[in-house]
C-alpha cells in the first residue's frame, strides 16, 4: 500500500478526497496547514479526518512564516492581480506545498495529493510550487482523474456522499460556496457567485469584516510602524508579522475595509468570479504605499510598479519557487531600505484616508517643495533643462510638421 499526503482543510472536496484515496489504496496522510484560518475548530478538522480513516491527521502551524516570509514580501511589492486582488489565497499554495513535502519526507510518502479542480489557479500554484522543491514527486490531482469525476461530477454529489458517510461539512446545495480562508483573507467562489449579475456583497456571509453600511459612523485612526518596508508595529506597539496582520484585521474588519468583488483572468484561460475580504492586508497596502511615496526614489518607485504586476503574475500562477522569483525578491529587499516609517491612517466605512506620514529617510524638503517665496530652488534653471528635454521634440517638429 502507498503512502500519500493529502493537504486537508477539513471542507468538502478534501473530506471526500480521504475516503476516495483509500478506496484507491492508499494510506493517507491528512496535513492542515494552519495559516491562521479564522472561524475553525482545528481539532475537530483532525478528528473528522481520523473518523474518516486517515492514517494520521497533523496540524503545522506556520502563521508567522506566511505573513514574514510570504506575504510581506508580495507587500513590498505593492503586486496586486490585475490591479485589484492582493494574492491572499495565491501567496500561501507554495507555502502549503512545501510542508506537505516535508511531511511526506517525514512518513515515507512519495506522492503528494490536493483537492484543487482541474479548472482552477490552485492546482497550478500546488503543483509548479511541488515539482519546483522536489522534481520526483508525484502529484495525485483527484478532480483531474477521470474516475473520480465520474462517481463526483459536482458538489451535489459530494455533499450527498458526506451525508451518507455522516461527514460534517460546512456547506449545503442552497448554499454551496467555495471558501478559502487563512489570516490574509477569505475568498468567496462558485454557486449563486457564478451568476456575475448578482450582487456578490448581498449573497456572501463576510467573516473577518462588516460591510461599509454597518460600519461606525466614526472614523477610526491608526498608526503603522515599517522597517525597512517590513511592517513591524501598530499603534506604537511592536508586534511579530502575524500579530500585524491579526490586529490590522480587526481594525479594518471593523470598519468595513478591504472587500472586493471581481472578475479575474485564470491561469487556464477562463474568467472567475469571486468575492473577497482582507481588511489587515488592504490597510497595509495602503500605509506601506505612502510611506514609499516619502522615502523612495522617484525613478525606483516607478521601475518596482513597472515590475510589479510580474511579480503578481508569477505568485498568481504558482512560480514562487523559480529563479525569476528568487531574482526579483533580491531586488526588492535592497529598493526597500529606505522605507522605514511611521503612517497615521483615517479608516472610515471601507475608506482609507492618509493623516499623516514620517521618516527618518524622508526625501520630501520643504525648502525645495515650498510654492511660497524664496526656497532652495532656483526656478531659473528650469529654463536650461526644459530646452534640453525639448530638443528632440524641436528637432522633428522641423523634420515632420504635426498639423493642429
Known sequence: MSNCVLAYSGGLDTS?????????????????VDLGQPCEDREAIMQKARDIGASSARIVDVQ?????????????????????????????????SKVCLQVAREVGADAFAHGATGKG?????????????????????????ERFRRKFPGRTEMIEYCREKKIPVNVSTAKPYSIDQNCLHISYESGKLEDPAQNGFDLVEFGMSVTPQQAPDKAENVRIGFEAGVPVSVD????NAFEVVSVLNQIGGRNGVGQIDMIENRLVGMKSRGVYEAPGMTVLYAAHRVLEQLTLDRD?????????????????YGFWYHAKMDALMAFIRQSQEPVTGEVSLNLYKGNILVAGRSSPNSLYDEGIATMEGG???????????????GLPGRVQARVWPREW
Not at 471526500?16 to 492542515?32: A, S, T
Not at 525606483?300 to 498568481?316: F, G, Q, T
Open 16 to 32: 471526500v478526497i480521504v475516503g476516495w484515496l483509500m478506496d484507491e489504496g492508499y494510506d493517507v496522510h491528512c496535513v492542515y
Open 64 to 96: 508567522e512564516e506566511l505573513c514574514r516570509d510570504f506575504a510581506f514580501p508580495v507587500l513590498q511589492w505593492d503586486a496586486k492581480y490585475e490591479g485589484v486582488y492582493l494574492l491572499g489565497t495565491s501567496i500561501a499554495r507554495p507555502l502549503v
Open 121 to 145: 489557479n490552485d492546482q497550478c500554484r500546488f503543483q509548479l510550487a511541488a515539482e519546483a522543491l522536489d522534481p520526483n514527486v508525484r502529484i495525485i490531482a483527484p478532480w483531474r482523474i
Open 236 to 239: 506604537g506597539k511592536r508586534l
Open 300 to 316: 525606483l518607485m516607478h521601475l518596482r510598479d513597472r515590475l510589479s504586476p510580474e511579480v503578481a503574475e508569477l505568485v498568481y
Open 375 to 389: 526656497g532652495s530652488y532656483n526656478q531659473t534653471d528650469a529654463e536650461g533643462f526644459l530646452r534640453i528635454q
